[in-house]
């Protein structure tokens, strides 16, 4: 099992992923095969997502949209590859919702598409994508994504790791059970059953992201999520931008005893708790899921 990084060192990506310069144009492709083993799914937005891919695709009333021009690549592709696509969230004032994207991985209740096998039920997994904020930017629009666990029909939940905005405009992983210690079921019932859940502790990140020094320019996220071992409260999550150690919760009790599903949902949310303060965007792009870390494009911004 990976071990979370406890301090917060400077390192590379170089030896888990190759990095490229922007000029390359490998952002555009990242998604043609072959693609590595560990890599679960992988979307490059090079056309607008579907229900061949997603499980709930939601544009917010038209706020959040597909742009042929709007990606990582775009602005350094030449030739025929010289447009590269993006999701872009629009929120006018005052508005909270602007859209969503929701995958479900492998074995689930659902009974419906799933990216990775059926069957397969994942304790471990990682996920990746890139985000530009628009120029000028201020103010925390609080949700970005989150990985859980859906235990039946009604999105009942076992457990939530949510990496979303926090103080002095930094993100923060906020992990929640909803599991008793040592239990065996989930006690929360429906989707986001906030008396049943257990804060399990958050841990924030070291950058100030949502600010105008760090908008109008492409941000790596990338996080890990590992359910506990039955009897053990070695359950982590913990997240990287732009290649470096941001922020990790460990010794985490995310399921108890409970093994009936396995992490099965990821969902990125443009969610801006009490409204946008004025008008913001929010690009989104290259998403991958994986078993295994998968690193950044980008040296560098």
Known sequence: MFKPILAIPALTLLAVTPCWLPGDGVAAGECDPPRPEHWLFCDDFSQSPDASRYFQYSDGDGSFRWSESAGIGARHLVGDRGEDGAMVARWRTGQVDAG????????NPLSELAIDTAGRQLREIYYRHYFRLSPGWNGNPHKLSRATILVDRNWSQAMIAHLWGGRDQRLVVDPVSCVLRGGREPVCRGYNDFPNMRWLGKAAGVTPVHTMEQADQWHCVEAAVSLNDQGFANGYQEFWLNGEPEAAAIGLDFVGDYRGYGINALFIENWWNGGAPGE???V??????????????LEGR
């Not at 989104?284 to 494009?297: K, M, S």
């Open 284 to 297: 989104i792009d290259n998403l991958v899921v994986a078993t295994g870390r998968i690193g950044c494009l």
């Open 280 to 282: 913001r965007s929010r």
């Open 100 to 107: 969503s994207l929701k995958l479900l991985i492998g074995d």
